[in-house]
């Protein structure tokens, strides 16, 4: 019983560096994206509510996030002091990209915030509602031009989905990829395209202003404040969120990850992380342990098949 | 109230003393990181975020956009003298400048530069405060296709940067397009000539190639040639600082740069180097002394220097007009506002005209600073070329390096630096212009995704191309641009045009 104290103490006295662990971030995009945001806004609380003391963000940018993803797989191995931040995008890059190192090569540890996603037209368009968007999208697919983000992500994803419940083959859509949401909103503000799908976020001030109409959003519920049905109130059955997460190195043993558990719960429970979901507008998605890996698995599972329904992924 | 008293009112918020302490630490970090190549002001701008929150949203605004206005300034310090551009803007820079420098011109090299930033920002900034609204609508008109044909324009006037061979040129071109293609194709997604390299999926990196191809390469290229160089380095001939013909023949490149580069700054797709191209090829037609390009034609400075200033105030037109953030700083400025719960957009103007003003007017203030900053130090800054060659060369290699190093850690980017840099001494050797490349690598990718995305969206019909009026204004422009030296030769006017031709480097 003594022995089993002392054992107790001591990996007591071990694990305690751990709880006040210095910690990198690694944000796998450049700086001023969603992810490297989100990588700021965390090492900002994890040292004003006192879960570590010194946090570095590190950028390492490219392909979706996946260059992040291998070299932190690679040289974090067995690192509790490193975070990776992800997301939903990164789902649908690894398999565009036939990405070698997957999100199983990591050890993910909660689901952060989410987003969920905005369809619009311009204020000039003809079309009113979403059922006057997929009346057009059933008489020529092709004809109607879907402007969004990077090819393979969350808005291409949606675009695809929409077709898909609307009965028309996903192929088929013409959807043409901007880099990032500014030069895509440009496109859609100019009616260069038919219609736009982004972050809710990324339009929101043009939708009050006028400049944009709103035709749905991708939640499965209303969204307070936001005059737009959602999708399945439209007569589509689809929920989407662009989810954003957090991962831990792969090789940890159990107590290292549950010390990092720990310390992302903290973060996410915080007074403090609150502030900040609430200025940048983000929804509090938090979600964690198993439940957010079995999650993953459903995520990856549907972005597969859709990515192939598209033609993306053979 | 009128814009006037609005601008008056930021102004008095922008000259209270801790504002202009914020400014002054804004514009001297901003130098000293554009000086730095690789490290940039969207990076330190990111850095600063989290120290900055304390702050009042005014004063970590005012720094920001001093760092902003200062990255710009200081990239040219670096083209001017060492021939290694600290940001992709600066690279049109240093073709004359360098030059300028080589022949101990470097003092007036670095004033018409500074100067002519001055002026630009000023103007500028002007406009970003009186006609913002008019600009952000031309912006909107913008689509693929006129994209497209603004790239028409610039491939067809960038031949201005080839040298005594088009041929050779073309080459040094298509190389740039060769390198451009590596990596993931932005509209479907799909890897290109990456050859399963995970290092490579994001293509190769601009600030790289150019860093490599002009210091690493000349580098190699001075050593190769041992103690015999022909060309001995002077550090000062004649004055420092510029005289009346100078500033007689800088003042309307300063003038031209600004109106190329403000517009197009103000483009969600367009970007600081475009106009710094636009503007070179503008001077070199219209200059007097045509057979100084290409051995140290002030006007190859101050025109570019001025566009690319001019154009980091266009960047902010869409930023705070409709929330639209087009370059990395810009993105990040975006986060600095949301920190303070602002939404930049049609309705920030009219929500928080003391802070939009303020910032307006001490990008102003950032402008005066950054002049007051920059010219004393040019007699300093021409003290560096007194260093001895081996010493200097050998700085130049460390500074290259530590830079890429410093941007992006990785072992297989040091690798690319050095099997460019060996490139583009061999380029060097066998007589090839080395700007095109860095222009191929530029403008390739833009213009093929803007053709494709056009395309797209008429479902693969090619006239949609001209049925714009101003993608068939440029269009025409850049059709001339061909056609009328083709005629003029033809004509037997061709004797001066190929002498011009054969007196560049």
Redesign the interface.
């Known amino acids: 019983m003594k022995h089993f104290l002392m054992t107790t103490f001591l990996s007591a006295a071990l694990a305690l560096p751990a709880f006040a662990a210095d910690y990198t971030i690694i944000a796998p995009a450049?700086?001023?994206?969603g992810w490297?945001?989100t990588a700021?806004s965390m090492?900002?609380v994890m040292?004003q509510a006192g879960i570590s003391g010194n946090v570095q963000?590190q950028?390492v940018?490219?392909?979706?996030g996946?260059?992040g993803l291998?070299q932190f797989s690679s040289q974090g191995q067995g690192n509790p002091n490193t975070l990776l931040v992800g997301g939903y995008v990164m789902v649908g890059?690894i398999l565009?990209?036939?990405?070698?190192v997957t999100l199983r090569d990591v050890e993910p540890i909660a689901r952060l915030t989410g987003e969920y996603e905005a369809i619009v037209v311009p204020a000039s368009s003809p079309i009113q509602t979403m059922a006057d968007l997929v009346a057009e999208l059933k008489k020529n697919p092709?004809?109607v031009?879907w402007g969004g983000g990077?090819?393979?992500g969350t808005d291409?994803i949606m675009a695809g989905l929409i077709a898909k419940a609307a009965g028309v083959d996903p192929k088929a859509i013409?959807y043409?990829?901007?880099?990032?949401g500014?030069?895509a909103?440009?496109?859609i503000?100019?009616a260069?395209?038919t219609a736009g799908i982004s972050g809710y976020g990324e339009f929101?001030?043009?939708i009050?202003?006028g400049?944009l109409r709103l035709l749905a959003v991708s939640s499965a519920e209303r969204l307070p404040g936001v005059d737009a049905p959602t999708l399945k109130e439209a007569g589509l059955d689809i929920a989407v969120q662009n989810w954003r997460m957090v991962a831990a190195a792969p090789g940890l043993s159990a107590e290292q990850k549950a010390a990092v558990s720990a310390d992302v719960e903290k973060l996410a429970k915080s007074p403090q992380w609150a502030e900040v979901l609430k200025?940048?507008g983000w929804q509090d998605t938090y979600l964690a342990g198993e439940a957010f890996k079995e999650q993953l698995d459903k995520d990856i599972a549907a972005t597969e098949t859709i990515l192939k329904d598209i033609g993306?992924v053979q | 109230m009128s814009t006037f008293d609005f601008l008056l009112q930021g102004l008095l918020v922008a000259m209270q003393p801790m504002n202009l302490i914020y400014a002054l630490i804004g514009v001297t970090l901003g130098t000293a990181v554009g000086v730095l190549p690789g490290i940039g002001p969207?990076?330190t701008?990111?850095l600063l975020?989290?120290v900055t929150?304390r702050l009042d949203p005014g004063g970590s605004l005012i720094m920001f956009a001093g760092i902003y206005y200062g990255g710009m300034y200081g990239g040219s310090t670096t083209s001017i003298l060492l021939n290694t551009p600290g940001e992709s803007s600066s690279i049109v820079t240093a073709l004359e400048g360098n030059k300028m420098a080589r022949a101990g011109r470097g003092g007036p090299a670095l004033a018409t530069a500074a100067i002519g930033s001055f002026v630009a920002g000023l103007i500028a900034t002007i406009g970003l405060a009186f006609i913002a609204p008019a600009i952000v609508k031309l912006?909107?008109?913008?689509?693929?296709r006129e994209y497209f044909a603004l790239m028409v324009l610039a491939f067809v006037t960038v031949s201005s940067a080839f040298g005594d061979s088009t041929l050779r040129g073309l080459t040094s071109l298509f190389l740039g397009f060769a390198l451009a293609i590596i990596?993931?194709?932005?509209?479907?997604?799909?890897?290109r000539m990456s050859f399963g390299v995970?290092?490579l999926?994001?293509g190769v990196e601009v600030t790289t190639l150019a860093v490599a191809m002009f210091a690493i390469g000349e580098t190699l290229y001075i050593a190769a040639q041992g103690e015999q160089g022909p060309d001995k380095v002077e550090a000062v001939r004649g004055s420092v600082w510029m005289t009346g013909q100078d500033w007689a023949r800088s003042w309307k490149p300063w003038l031209r740069g600004t109106v190329i580069g403000f517009p197009i700054g103000a483009m969600?797709?367009g970007g600081a180097e475009i106009g710094t191209f636009l503007s070179y090829a503008t001077e070199k037609r219209l200059t007097k002394h045509p057979e100084e390009f290409g051995h140290g034609a002030i006007e190859g400075v101050a025109g570019p220097e001025a566009a690319n200033n001019a154009s980091a105030a266009g960047t902010l037109v869409?930023l705070l007009t409709?929330?639209?953030?087009?370059t990395?700083?810009?993105?990040?400025m975006?986060?600095g506002f949301?920190?303070?719960?602002l939404?930049?957009?049609?309705?920030?103007f009219a929500t928080n005209p003391q802070l939009v003003w303020g910032l307006i007017a001490s990008l102003l203030i950032a402008n005066f600073m950054l002049l007051v900053l920059n010219l004393p130090l040019v007699g300093l800054w021409v003290k560096l070329l007194t260093i001895p060659r081996p010493w200097l060369y050998a700085g130049i290699l460390t500074f290259a390096t530590l830079g890429t190093i410093g941007a992006n850690p990785s072992v297989f980017e040091l690798g690319m630096l050095l099997a460019f840099g060996l490139m583009g001494y061999l380029m060097r050797v066998f007589g090839y212009p080395i700007a095109p490349v860095v222009v191929g690598l530029i403008l390739g990718p833009l213009a093929e995704?803007q053709l494709r995305?056009a395309l797209?969206?008429s479902?693969g019909d090619p006239s949609v191309l001209f049925t714009s009026p101003i993608a068939a204004v440029l269009l025409a422009i850049a059709a001339l641009a061909l056609i009328v030296p083709a005629v003029l030769r033809a004509r037997g006017k061709g004797q001066v045009l190929s002498q011009l031709a054969a007196s560049e480097d």
């Open positions: 450049n700086p001023g994206g490297d945001q700021r090492q900002q040292q963000v950028n940018p490219g392909a979706g996946t260059i291998a890059a565009t990209n036939h990405s070698p092709g004809a031009s990077s090819a393979g291409h013409n043409i990829a901007f880099s990032g500014g030069e909103l440009a496109a503000l100019g260069q395209v929101e001030s043009q009050k202003s400049t200025t940048k993306l | 969207a990076l701008v990111a975020l989290p929150y912006a909107l008109v913008f689509g693929p990596g993931i194709d932005q509209l479907t997604g799909q890897t995970p290092d999926l994001d969600p797709a869409p409709l929330g639209l953030p087009t990395a700083t810009a993105a990040i975006l986060a949301q920190q303070y719960g939404q930049p957009g049609p309705l920030l995704q995305r797209a969206i479902q």
